[in-house]
């Protein structure tokens, strides 16, 4: 919306302000204590002269953390942690380009006294953009439509926590529920505008922004096939449940009430995600395959010291967009297994050789597979890459996962792996699609180290 983006415009422009004069300000309070240090600081024009340097740092900090992702409902203390995290990850940023650049020779207390004032100048800057805000939603500007779809419970405690925050901005239009007895009726002071199949019809009479699955009845399922053939792709989805508290928790996300709210819809990536993402596949993917490369020699060896067939074996795996890929991983099966068959779901089965049974726990029997993240067909993170015969089944909202490269780890890695049924470990992945950022990538890979340690769910 036109007012939102307006007011990110401002966001960023007060930010960019408050770094620019932290970092003057600093310089400033440094030299008049100069009475007080050894050696006097050094010229003022330097950090003038770093001073875009300095701004592009910080915003580039607070983008990356998320600091201007869209989270209407942030609570003062998670805004103010937020900034925080922007503070350390932003003097270090600072610190690092002193040391890089001879001419920026930076007094350590101008980034100390940067470090201390920036939050502070930040914290007012955004009073100022949310009083702004205020303003423009009472005016109308702003406003984000909504139905819920669900009259019963959920949906009832999801309209009252939304009518609770004023500042998210939200105006319930009413429900859409299906049950002939609460047609025509209102609930919790929202009208049952209508069914269920009229939903497309009643969006656009109503001029909705926002929609919002409230029925537990109704399931991911179904609320993901209604989106994957909804006519209006302007409108956002959003899907209130407990069932996705798990990811919540682990990950962080918005919340209505005791719920996670989780989006059912995203654009596709911007540019420099998807640049800067291939650079970390390939900076992180390309040292650990020359550390592997003597390991996989022993491995391979082992395996066909202690067990018949090949040691390592190719399998036909579906990427991005529906193409197929060889995926490269060690045999941990009999050789005479088949090749496509489902996966053990019981660390006894018989398939599984001794080796092998260590090598799946510790997850090492997928490790050629960074072979395949430097051949640019899989990501570190991303979903799990599935053979051809399961997203042969795929329904039309199931074959969202494909539009993103499959990973060598992610969401289904570090909630439960094979412990997670089929279609949830879909759900989970829908949910990495919709949320995805270099941020939550890292953040998924440092979780995958316990789990993989650990053996958690690996069969």
């Not at 942690?81 to 940023?93: K, N, P, Y």
Request: aromatic content about 10%; proline content about 6%; glycine content about 8%.
């Amino acid at each position: 919306m036109r007012f939102r983006r307006w007011l990110l415009a401002l966001t960023l422009v007060l930010d960019a302000g408050a770094f620019s004069a932290a970092w003057l300000l600093a310089y400033e309070l440094r030299h008049a204590l100069d009475q007080y240090f050894p050696l006097p600081v050094n010229p003022r024009e330097i950090y003038l002269a770093s001073l875009p340097l300095i701004a592009l740092l910080w915003v580039l900090s607070a983008s990356f953390l998320g600091l201007y992702s869209p989270q209407r409902r942030q609570t003062r203390i998670e805004e103010l942690v937020g900034i925080l995290r922007v503070t350390v990850v932003a003097v270090m940023a600072v610190m690092s380009a002193g040391f890089l650049v001879k001419e920026f020779d930076f007094a350590r207390m101008v980034v100390l006294f940067s470090a201390v004032l920036t939050p502070l100048l930040l914290l007012v800057g955004r009073r100022v953009a949310r009083h702004v805000e205020g303003l423009g939603l009472a005016r109308g500007y702003g406003v984000v439509r909504a139905l819920v779809v669900g009259a019963g419970e959920t949906g009832v405690r999801a309209v009252q926590s939304l009518e609770s925050q004023p500042a998210a901005g939200y105006r319930v239009l009413g429900f859409v529920d299906d049950d002939p007895k609460r047609q025509g009726q209102s609930v919790a002071g929202a009208p049952v505008l209508g069914r269920l199949d009229a939903l497309a019809d009643l969006a656009a009479e109503h001029r909705v922004d926002e929609i919002f699955f409230a029925d537990p009845a109704l399931g991911p399922d179904k609320a993901l096939e209604l989106i994957a053939g909804f006519p209006h792709p302007q409108i956002s989805f959003r899907l209130v449940s407990d069932r996705f508290n798990l990811v919540a928790e682990s990950i962080g996300a918005e919340w209505i009430g005791d719920f996670a709210v989780v989006p059912l819809r995203s654009d596709r990536p911007r540019l420099a995600y998807r640049v800067t993402k291939r650079l970390l596949d390939l900076g992180l993917a390309l040292p650990a395959l020359l550390l592997c490369v003597p390991f996989f020699v022993l491995l391979a060896l082992i395996i066909k010291l202690t067990s018949r067939g090949p040691a390592f074996l190719l399998q036909d795996r579906v990427g991005l967009g529906g193409r197929r890929f060889r995926l490269l991983k060690f045999r941990t099966m009999q050789h005479d297994a088949d090749l496509y068959a489902p996966g053990p779901t019981d660390p006894e089965d018989a398939r599984i050789t001794g080796l092998g049974r260590f090598l799946r726990r510790l997850s090492l029997d997928e490790l050629p597979q960074l072979f395949n993240v430097v051949a640019g067909q899989m990501s570190l993170v991303g979903p799990r890459p599935e053979m051809p015969f399961l997203v042969e089944q795929y329904t039309p909202w199931q074959r969202e996962r494909l539009r993103v490269k499959p990973g060598l780890t992610g969401l289904w890695q570090i909630l439960g792996r094979k412990d997670l049924p089929l279609v949830e470990n879909i759900e989970y992945e829908f949910y990495y699609i919709s949320h995805r950022s270099l941020s939550m990538d890292l953040m998924i890979v440092l979780r995958t180290v316990p789990v993989v340690v650990l053996g958690k769910g690996a069969y």
